[in-house]
Nanobody
Framework: QVQLVESGGGLVQAGGSLRLSCAAS????????MGWFRQAPGKEREFVGS????????YYADSVKGRFTISRDNAKNTVYLQMNSLKPEDTAVYYC????????????????WGQGTQVTVSS
């Protein structure tokens, strides 16, 4: 059982940065791969990036590669999404999710989801 709560969203100017946090409850947090997804109005939920259970491996969507960085601190039961060089097209609700053991970019593979946090990038 894992509960996830995102925070850190807000309004930022294009070119700026935000750091999202996802706080997890549950004693098995360190066994889960974590993913970040986003959903813009009228769009399907899309994969942003993922990180394995130890934090040693990451994988990113092409749209954010080189700008976003995922990290985790298992001692704090928290995963982060550092977003740099933000663009208006990054505007979306951002969700964190947990998948048991294996890194994945598929929505259907994730077992737990947070409520989401809004990120708005103005031009």
């Amino acid at each position: 059982q894992v509960q996830l709560v995102e925070s850190g969203g807000g309004l930022v100017q294009a070119g700026g940065s935000l750091r999202l946090s996802c706080a997890a409850s549950g004693r098995t947090f360190s066994t889960y791969a974590m993913g970040w997804f986003r959903q813009a109005p009228g769009k399907e939920r899309e994969f942003v990036g993922s990180i394995n259970y130890s934090g040693g491996r990451t994988y990113y969507a092409d749209s954010v590669k080189g700008r976003f960085t995922i990290s985790r601190d298992n001692a704090k039961n928290t995963v982060y999404l550092q977003m740099n060089s933000l663009k208006p097209e990054d505007t979306a609700v951002y969700y964190c999710a947990a998948a048991m053991w294996t890194m994945t970019s598929r929505v259907a593979d994730y077992d737990y989801w947070g409520q989401g946090t809004q990120v708005t990038v103005s031009s």
